[in-house]
């Protein structure tokens, strides 16, 4: 190599690859050309609406279902190539479903040392600190049906850890625990598997489960990923209209784009790359629309960051605990308007009160 080469910073080969991975059911393609790669400790979120999917693309990864086309490495071995892949038991993968799968005849001890080959001994002890590893120590004589749904949960966890997976794959994981344990369970699991160094593939329908864990979201839609990124990235960038509706509610303000301007009633917006005489969509998150006083008639100073403010009638006020939304009937076109604020905001129904949008916290797609 030529001494003046930057040389430049080695990047490991991925715990998990997928390239081009399809599937059809009935004639209707289900998956459509998926790929991803998850490096050793890091958490990406398969996440999308019901149907879209998600799991059988996890089911594939597992090789419980096969593929029509396309790759998956693990651990950089080539797993599956088209229809021809290796059984799941030969994957080095963990499994994890919302319904913990764990069998019921079988002490908790022996569900997590189900898949372990070998000296009694050694698997008794490997058992051993796995309970300790997900603090179930001295619950290993127990059953699963004495156990709560978090309890239960762990056992999972154990098991799915027991033959030292490289990838974990989990479908939906938490959904069946109630919500006072599920943020607790879910970040132990979590962590503890960054700490192994596994590579970490979750399917959910929650943004805000994927929000929460994820190191990248994979944003997936009739089969196909339409965005991925960080958390931060695809919430703040969001590649159109329903990727951005995904996330939050939102605001759509149409509008026709002239000379790369578009005219609203909260000012002009920039737009540019859209064709003259084109209709574009300007779409705000709630909590990016403020809210100003009327001053007899009259509204705030337009301002650069937040342009001319609109007029609106509050519709209603709902209190959500940590903010307020409030829905407003605009002056202009009969557009209805939600703001969202943070505390307890709650104007009475007709109170008039003025808009306006954050320039930086626009969207601006193609109508
Ligand atoms: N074995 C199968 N035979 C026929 N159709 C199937 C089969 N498995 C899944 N499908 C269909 O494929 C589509 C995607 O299903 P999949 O379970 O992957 O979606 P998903 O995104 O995980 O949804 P959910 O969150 O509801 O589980 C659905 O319309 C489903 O009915």
């Given at each position: 190599m030529h001494s003046t080469e930057p040389t430049l910073p080695e990047t490991p080969e991925p715990l998990l690859r997928v390239n081009g991975l399809t599937r059809a059911f009935g004639g209707r393609p289900?998956?459509?050309?998926v790929a991803l790669q998850i490096a050793a400790g890091q958490v990406t979120c398969l996440l999308g609406p019901s149907g879209c999917g998600k799991s059988t693309t996890l089911r594939m990864i597992a090789g419980i279902e096969s593929a029509d086309a396309g790759q998956i490495w693990l651990d950089g071995a080539l797993v599956q190539d088209g229809p021809a892949g290796l059984a799941p038991e030969r994957r080095s993968i963990g499994l994890m479903f919302q319904?913990?799968?764990?069998?019921?005849?079988?002490s908790v001890a022996q569900n997590v040392g189900f898949g372990l080959k070998g000296d009694k001994a050694v698997v008794a002890s490997r058992v051993g600190s796995l309970l300790e590893r997900v603090n179930l120590?001295?619950?290993?004589?127990?059953?699963?049906?004495?156990?709560s749904g978090g309890e239960q949960q762990r056992v999972a966890l154990a098991r799915a850890l027991a033959p030292k997976p490289r990838v974990m794959l989990m479908d939906?994981?938490?959904?069946?625990?109630d919500n006072r344990l599920r943020d607790g369970i879910r970040d132990e699991t979590i962590a503890l598997l960054r700490a192994e160094g596994t590579a970490v593939l979750l399917v959910t329908h929650e943004p805000e489960e994927a929000m929460r864990v994820g190191d990248e979201i994979a944003l997936m839609r009739a089969g196909r990923i339409v965005q991925q990124g960080a958390p931060y990235n695809v919430y703040?960038?969001?590649?159109?209209r329903a990727a951005a509706a995904f996330f939050s509610d939102i605001n759509v303000i149409k509008g026709v784009s002239r000379g790369a301007l578009t005219e609203t009633p909260f000012g002009s917006f920039l737009t540019p790359g859209h064709a003259d005489g084109a209709g574009v969509e300007i779409v705000i998150r709630p909590q990016h629309l403020k809210i100003d006083l009327d001053r007899g008639g009259r509204g705030p100073a337009p301002t650069p960051l937040e342009g001319t403010p609109a007029r609106g009638t509050v519709v209603r006020s709902r209190y959500l605990g940590r903010e307020s939304l409030v829905e407003f009937a605009m002056d202009f076109e009969g557009q209805h308007l939600t703001a969202s604020v943070p505390g307890v905001f709650l104007p009475k129904p007709g109170t008039v009160l003025w808009l306006m949008m954050r320039r930086d916290r626009c969207f601006v797609f193609p109508g």
């Open positions: 289900v998956v459509d050309d319904d913990f799968a764990l069998f019921p005849h079988l120590s001295g619950y290993g004589e127990k059953r699963p049906h004495q156990l939906e994981p938490f959904s069946g625990l703040n960038a969001p590649v159109d």
